[in-house]
């Protein structure tokens, strides 16, 4: 399994890409992969083959609309383990009430 962090970027559309993030977010959500949005990106959690194909689509996607898009993307690869899209923020929660 992997978590995978992505940020799609349209060049030349202004400062605020809210609305391609949007679109973004529809191609994880139609993937049916667990994901969380956050200010600067967007983790989603599966298999690697199905991340990258996710990370493709959203590319794919924004480019629709803008002749250059750029993709900073983080991968995390931890044979066997699921979950871990929460795990790890909840085990530092815990370690933070200690």
Known sequence: MVLLELSVTPLGKG?????YVAQCVEVIQASGLPYELHAMG????????EALLVMQRCIERVAQSSDRVTCAAK?????GTAGRIHSKVASVQQKLSQ
């Open 75 to 79: 991968l995390d690869y931890r044979a």
């Open 42 to 49: 967007t983790i989603v959690e599966g298999e690697l083959a």
């Open 15 to 19: 400062e605020s890409v809210s609305a």
